[in-house]
């Protein structure tokens, strides 16, 4: 019984050692080409999907636009709160 105990906390704790992916966009640019294979990325350093598709031709490949571009809310108003009357 002991063996099996140390034997799941040994598996926990590999598995809870193992090293954590981070983000797979930049938030540099609006368009990011997805590479798909065996080792399938992002690649976020183009300015327009017509640029990614050139570098995307010929391979097992996407455009994608980046959801976490930082200017992405660049020209969207700001909600406007409206204050209510006190009577």
């Known amino acids: ?12 704790t590999a598995f809870a050692v193992t090293r954590a992916s981070g983000q797979t966009y930049s938030p540099d640019y609006p368009v990011c080409l997805h590479v798909y294979g065996r080792v ?4 976020c350093h183009y300015t327009s999907i017509a640029q990614c598709k050139i570098s995307a031709s010929g391979i097992s490949a996407d455009c994608e636009v980046n959801p976490y571009f930082a200017n992405a809310g660049v020209g969207v108003p ?10």
């Open 1 to 12: 019984m002991r063996v099996v105990a140390l034997t799941m906390i040994a598996l926990v």
């Open 40 to 43: 399938g990325y992002f690649d």
């Open 78 to 87: 700001p909600h406007r709160h409206h204050r209510r009357r006190a009577y």
